[in-house]
């Protein structure tokens, strides 16, 4: 295969498939980065367009979309008949619009999201999202399982980089939650982050335990209107979210975040509802129509 774009992660992505004894391809705008791959056995013919032309499969990792646009550009012709997979972080909008241009152009196309980093690639942790034509997925499934595990989402190229960067915002929150939690606690003369942490992360644990749970009572409710069984009495959620947001004004500790998610509760009330469940957060995010529920479940909050 081919591999455009050797930064962090295009190097590593390049190694993988050297070490997994592929015959890799590579090239990078700033060619000295090739080196250390070219003395691994890789091949660096120093052209895109041959860089381009060398293989089937050619895996893209750049900076971002419009790089991709305008490394691949001038070669496109060449790209005719060979599948594109791009590894390079965008949003949904911007894989599809670049599967349009490439299907019209006779490129196969399948977009992806590396959950993983460079140090973890080709490791038992690393996975690594799809989405675009099956057929493409599985003709190039083992290639692309030399680089983690490979989840292939759907047909539609925007749903690998949707996934991905929804995995990314879950994650996101998480470490935000973990830095307010630690200004709180360490806000107490006594209180230290490291003691404080060794109690969140079996607390923590045992959260995250819940999540398949609620995630099929969102899943059940969406399909039939089935009513979850994990409830809460709102008031009491609503309680516990003021203390919180107290306890961080007391510390010293800027409360928006546990102020807004007391004002997604407060909208849930609103609507009409006493007891907090799953489905209702989940829809509690949204800002326009459910689009699950064919644009009407704002209406069921
Ligand atoms: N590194 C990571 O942990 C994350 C893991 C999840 C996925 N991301 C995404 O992967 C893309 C590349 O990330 P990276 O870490 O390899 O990034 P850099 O090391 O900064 O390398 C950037 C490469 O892009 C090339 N490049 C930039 N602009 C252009 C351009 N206009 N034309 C052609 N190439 C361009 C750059 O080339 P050069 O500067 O060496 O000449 C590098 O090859 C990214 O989407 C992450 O979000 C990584």
């Known amino acids: 295969?081919?591999?455009?774009?050797?930064?962090?992660?295009?190097?590593?992505?390049?190694?993988?498939?050297?070490?997994?004894?592929r015959r890799t391809v590579v090239w990078?705008?700033?060619?000295?980065?090739?080196?250390?791959?070219?003395?691994?056995?890789?091949?660096?013919?120093g052209d895109l367009g041959a860089a381009v032309e060398a293989s089937p499969l050619v895996v893209v990792c750049l900076l971002d979309y419009a790089a991709v646009r305008e490394t691949l550009e001038p070669v496109v012709d060449g790209l005719r008949g060979r599948t594109v997979v791009n590894l390079t972080n965008g949003t949904p909008a911007e894989a599809a619009g670049l599967a349009g241009w490439l299907?019209?152009?006779?490129?196969?196309?399948?977009?992806?999201?590396?959950?993983?980093?460079?140090?973890?690639?080709?490791?038992?942790?690393?996975?690594?999202?799809?989405?675009?034509?099956?057929?493409?997925?599985?003709?190039?499934?083992?290639?692309?399982?030399?680089?983690?595990t490979a989840h292939h989402l759907g047909t539609d190229p925007g749903?690998?980089?949707?996934?991905?960067?929804?995995?990314?915002?879950?994650?996101?929150?998480?470490?935000?939650?973990?830095?307010?939690?630690?200004?709180?606690?360490?806000?107490?003369?006594?209180?230290?982050?490291?003691?404080?942490?060794?109690?969140?992360?079996?607390?923590?644990?045992?959260?995250?335990?819940?999540?398949?749970?609620?995630?099929?009572?969102?899943?059940a409710e969406a399909a039939d209107g089935t009513p979850p069984?994990?409830?809460?009495?709102?008031?009491?959620?609503?309680?516990?979210?003021?203390n919180m947001i107290r306890a961080a004004r007391g510390a010293g500790v800027d409360p928006t975040d546990l102020e807004n998610s007391l004002a997604r509760l407060r909208r849930i009330a609103a609507g009409g509802h006493d007891e907090w469940n799953a489905p209702l957060s989940v829809h509690g995010f949204r800002t326009g129509?459910?689009?699950?529920?064919?644009?009407?479940g704002t209406a069921r909050t």
Request: proline content about 6%; hydrophobic content about 50%.
């Open 159 to 219: 749903l690998a980089p949707l996934y991905d960067l929804a995995l990314l915002s879950g994650a996101q929150l998480m470490f935000e939650g973990f830095y307010l939690a630690v200004a709180m606690a360490t806000a107490h003369p006594e209180g230290d982050a490291t003691g404080f942490t060794e109690l969140l992360v079996p607390w923590l644990t045992g959260m995250s335990a819940l999540l398949p749970f609620l995630a099929k009572e969102v899943d």
């Open 28 to 45: 990078n705008r700033t060619a000295a980065r090739a080196r250390a791959l070219v003395a691994r056995g890789a091949v660096a013919p």
């Open 103 to 148: 299907r019209e152009r006779g490129v196969a196309y399948l977009d992806g999201g590396v959950m993983a980093i460079p140090a973890t690639i080709a490791t038992p942790g690393a996975f690594v999202l799809y989405s675009g034509p099956v057929e493409v997925f599985a003709g190039w499934r083992a290639e692309l399982e030399t680089l983690g």
């Open 229 to 242: 069984a994990i409830v809460q009495d709102l008031d009491v959620q609503a309680a516990g979210l003021r």
């Open 1 to 21: 295969m081919s591999v455009l774009g050797l930064g962090t992660m295009g190097r590593a992505l390049a190694d993988a498939f050297l070490g997994a004894g």
């Open 289 to 296: 129509p459910d689009p699950a529920r064919g644009g009407t």
